[in-house]
């Protein structure tokens, strides 16, 4: 968008193009003046209709689409007693016929996951929306010549000259904190990412405005129910959310991994369906990270048709691979199980029903447990008692990096002197505050101006809509880990096959309810998904429901002291790395050292600086002479 300025289709093609993979079935551009969409499909409804850009009847309405609408045979139906006239199957067309109805408000009537962008001639207004949850992907960035261009993916932003490209040191403090860059921030100052459940309005020859927020995790308490209410409602609402994210025109499944999420989704997927479920699963060939067994239990339980391939646990090989898939650091190494999974599934299908967001609804993660626990010491004493004693303990007490996290006294002495949301974010960050100090340089905490990248959960925790603790932390996971973390990790590695992916239990429906639920129904006596595993007693067996939960681990200590190690020390000692100014060579050294020598573990912060080394290697930073620069914190 560029006021009435002619846009080069060329640049717009290159934009498209490197968008390929996310929907390589059909491509197709649309300029006229001041405007210009290009739209990649991956043809999932309505195979021969919906190419997009869509447009309305007379066609002063355009749109450009990503996601599925799973309610839009309903909202079809009633918009076609307003008067508004289809020409097309296609659940695209329903946003179209959606904006002309209610305008804006168009997102409040839509069940899906989606970021979209629609251009209103007209009014000479471009309208863009993101999903509530942040499923599907929306950066935009506004250039030194006043275009605004926006793409799933911050590559598309990446193709064009005048992007400016200076590393944001904000992005880069929260990066090393997170694993993740979280949004709004990408790691270039020049572009943004639009919040989940938030619009952006743009109106030509006008300032670009702050986005709009449409939507919020309620966690309004419900009426008094009986645990058993409670159980029969939660099946009902799971099964009606997963039915609704079953329509498709292509082959269908599900990842099955053996966990209590996955298999409660297969579980209704089977109760539902009219034949038999295309379900897949990766095998390790170590069994200290192999579940595949769980999963065939459950798939012989549920007579799906299983898939199972066993990788290589040392499957390092994917590191300039996920480097080219994220744009930006992104340091989770279960990205590289994921990316095998996704694999696999395309091999049948080009649909997959995912469990993710079972943990973040129900509290299902250690980190959720350890949290409550430290929080009843907490409450126990003032925080001006805390901090200073515990604040004392954690500076004196040894780190006991090979130790169970219960009983690594520093960290939890650490985290007790700090409140709930501080404790929280020094207990989940990848790298705590103690470590940041000293992997940066004095010149770059100088660039910092003393920002912190906590600062991120206290903003969300100060605008919460509940002060119950578990329901808190739960709410800053929804808006930090679930779409900087999980659903990016799952989005890139899905769209790099052209698999779409979805997630029944992060419907919003389900999500608004599940808020509503107490914190005792979620976490009691030490254990997660209470109710969850409770309410599928009748569907899964106490092995799936009840031991001890795995993951998609990967073994980087390991790794990192035997098949990666030259590559590592290559890497975190790489000139052009220490040039950007960012980080403390004596520090860098010093844990390369100590972790090959087996003296203490550093996997977790070696592999984020490691995959730094990797963004920049690909944003074109192999030598000192060409790295991105750092921008001065605003």
């Known amino acids: 968008m560029q006021g009435g300025r002619a846009i080069d289709r060329h640049l717009l093609h290159r934009m498209n193009e490197s968008q390929f993979h996310r929907g390589p079935v059909e491509g197709d551009l649309h300029l006229e003046p001041g405007l ?42 009633e918009l076609q007693g307003l008067g508004h006239v289809f020409r097309t199957p296609s659940d695209s067309e329903t946003i179209v016929h959606a904006y002309e109805q209610w305008g804006e408000d168009c997102v409040g009537h839509l069940r899906g996951m989606f970021a979209f962008a629609i251009w209103d001639r007209p009014k000479q207004t471009l309208f863009l929306a993101r999903d509530r949850i942040g499923i599907k992907p929306m950066h935009y960035a506004i250039l030194g010549d006043g275009m605004f261009a ?22 880069v403090e929260e990066y090393f904190a997170y694993g993740y860059v979280p949004e709004p921030r990408t790691i270039f100052t020049g572009a943004k990412k639009l919040l989940p459940g938030h619009t952006l309005t743009l109106r030509v020859g006008q300032p670009v405005p702050e986005s709009k927020q449409y939507w919020e995790v309620p966690f309004v308490p419900h009426a008094a129910m009986s645990e058993r209410e409670m159980e029969e409602q939660l099946v009902e609402r799971l099964r009606e959310a997963v039915k609704s994210h079953l329509i498709s025109d292509v082959p269908l499944g599900a990842f099955l991994s053996g966990g209590v999420d996955s298999s409660a989704v297969v579980a209704m997927m089977a109760g539902v369906s009219d034949g038999a479920v295309n379900t897949c699963s990766i095998a390790f060939n170590d ?25 290589d646990k040392d499957d390092y090989g994917l590191l300039d691979t996920l480097a080219a898939l994220y744009d930006e650091p992104y340091a989770d190494s279960s990205a590289i199980p994921t990316y095998r999974v996704c694999q696999l599934a395309r091999k049948r299908v080009t649909v997959a029903l995912s469990g993710d967001g079972g943990d973040e609804n129900f509290a299902g993660s250690r980190r959720h447990r350890m949290a409550m626990g430290e929080n009843r ?12 004693v515990f604040g004392v303990l954690g500076a004196v007490y040894p780190k006991a990096d090979w130790a169970p996290r219960v009983f690594r006294a520093k960290t939890t002495f650490e985290a007790l002197a700090r409140d709930l949301t501080e404790g929280y974010f020094h207990g989940v960050s990848i790298n705590n505050d103690r470590i940041r100090s000293q992997l940066f340089s004095s010149g770059f905490k100088q660039k910092l101006q003393g920002y912190r990248a906590v600062e991120v959960m206290r903003g969300y925790a100060k605008n919460a809509p509940t002060d119950d603790p578990l329901s808190l932390i739960q709410y800053l996971d929804m808006k930090t880990y679930l779409p900087g973390d999980i659903l990016t990790k799952v989005d890139r590695a899905s769209m790099a096959h052209a698999l779409e992916v979805r997630v029944p239990l992060l419907d919003h429906q389900f999500v608004e ?24 007693q009748p569907y899964l067996s106490e092995d799936i429901l009840y031991r001890k939960k795995q993951g998609f681990s990967i073994p980087l200590a390991a790794w990192l002291r035997g098949p990666l190690a ?10 052009a790395l220490l040039d950007t100014g960012i980080f403390n060579p004596a520090f860098l050294k010093q844990m390369v050292e100590e972790h090959q020598s087996g003296a203490k573990d550093h996997s977790t912060t070696l592999w984020s600086v490691l995959m730094f080394d990797a963004f920049l290697r690909k944003n074109g930073a192999a030598s000192s002479d060409t790295a991105p620069a750092i921008a001065a914190a605003a």
């Open 513 to 536: 309810w599940v808020s509503g639920l107490p914190s005792s129904s979620k976490l009691r006596n030490g254990e997660g998904k209470h109710i969850f595993k409770k309410a599928l």
């Open 36 to 77: 210009a969409f290009g739209h990649r499909r991956l043809s999932i409804i309505a195979l021969e209709a919906g190419l997009q850009p869509l447009f309305n009847e007379d066609e002063t309405i355009a749109l450009v689409f990503n996601g599925e609408i799973y309610n839009f045979r309903e909202l079809r139906a």
């Open 377 to 388: 010491v907490r409450s126990l004493l003032p925080l001006a008692v805390r901090k200073p």
């Open 566 to 575: 030259d590559a590592m020390r290559r890497a975190v000692l790489n000139p």
């Open 150 to 171: 926006f793409g799933s993916e911050l590559k598309s932003l990446l193709t064009l000259p005048n992007l400016k490209r200076e590393i944001d040191p904000l992005a």
């Open 287 to 311: 069994p200290a990270f192999d579940e595949s067994e769980y999963a065939r239990q459950v798939a012989a339980q549920y007579q799906t048709n299983h898939q199972c391939e066993t990788v």
